[in-house]
């Protein structure tokens, strides 16, 4: 096992392998924002088992560490750390002091338990969601618990248009129990971004104990074909969706997630709020939520579904 610098002319159709198989056809990020011009000039890194190519990174000229994909059959094969070391030497060997880079909202914990700590960018990037982190290097990894479910007691706020999709991610990559959904606009990209949706879906299939409950202040004509109906479809069982009117002039009115007993989150088009440790906010949602749920009623294409 070994991780080589490379440069993009000698090495690119290896290089090129490994991110058509992880970016475009597993994330299915489009070609022509995977192929950019700065391949040329990065420096690259290329990690062999035996003498098979399984993965790869970049590194751009402002110390940004981009493009880290390893094969599916290679991960969990320390591979990801590998890769960051080798970048992190070569910055220290030519006397930098910092390695920034975009993380994927789901990779957050990877990159935060090998120093990384997050900067308040957040923004979206071939549909997914990601947020900015860096790492002083040399030096000991600064003590943190930020978006860290169950310790984070901040009360974070954004008004950048991904950050929902980012917390949401975060937020359920760490529960362990149940998520309360309660949406009154279908139409948020929270609720319709195949990644997002995709964290739902796993969120249930790591345990047969974990469930998720679903409310919308209404039916909309053609919610039959809406992502969270069509997961429904496939996790009956223990993916629930109901229906009730929310009174609009009430605290509890909005989109609102809960994350075990542990995180809130509430959110529109304008701005995001989210607690990864504030119980007295989730007790509090949690009791409009009981109520909420204790009025609802199936949905009528739920019916029709046979859901």
Not at 73 to 79: A, F, I, K, L, M
Not at 190 to 205: D, H, K, L, M, Q
Request: aromatic fraction near 10%; charge should be positive.
């Amino acid at each position: 096992m070994e991780v080589d610098i490379v440069e993009w002319d000698n090495a690119q159709s290896n290089l090129r392998h490994i991110r058509q198989k992880v970016f475009i056809e597993e994330q299915q990020v489009p070609e022509d924002l995977e192929w950019d011009h700065l391949d040329k000039t990065a420096t690259h890194f290329l990690g062999k088992e035996g003498n098979r190519p399984v993965a790869c990174a970049r590194l751009v000229k402002n110390e940004y560490l981009g493009r880290v994909a390893v094969l599916k059959d290679y991960r969990n094969h320390g591979w990801g750390g590998r890769l960051i070391r080798a970048a992190e030497q070569h910055l220290i060997d030519h006397h930098k002091g910092r390695l920034s880079l975009n993380a994927q909202a789901n990779s957050y914990h990877f990159y935060f338990n090998n120093g990384y700590r997050p900067d308040e960018e957040m923004f979206w990037d071939a549909n997914i969601p990601h947020l900015k982190m860096t790492k002083i290097l040399n030096r000991p990894s600064p003590a943190s618990n930020t978006y860290i479910l169950g310790k984070d007691p901040e009360n974070h706020y954004s008004g950048q248009p991904a950050a929902s999709a980012v917390w949401f991610q975060l937020g359920s990559n760490q529960a362990r129990r149940e998520l309360d959904i309660q949406i009154t606009d279908l139409a948020h990209p929270v609720f319709n971004n195949t990644n997002c949706v995709a964290n739902i879906a796993r969120f249930i299939r790591e345990s047969y104990q974990r469930k998720v409950r679903i409310l919308i202040n209404q039916e909309i004509p053609g919610l039959s074909e809406h992502p969270l109906l069509q997961l429904q479809q496939r996790m009956s069982s223990r993916l629930l969706i109901r229906t009730v009117p929310m009174a609009t002039d009430a605290e509890s009115y909005g989109n609102h997630i809960l994350f075990d007993l542990k995180g809130h989150m509430k959110f529109d088009y304008q701005s995001v709020y989210c607690c990864f440790n504030n119980k007295l906010s989730v007790s509090r949602h949690k009791v409009h939520y009981e109520r909420y749920w204790a009025k609802s009623k199936q949905l009528v294409e739920g019916r029709s579904l046979k859901l």
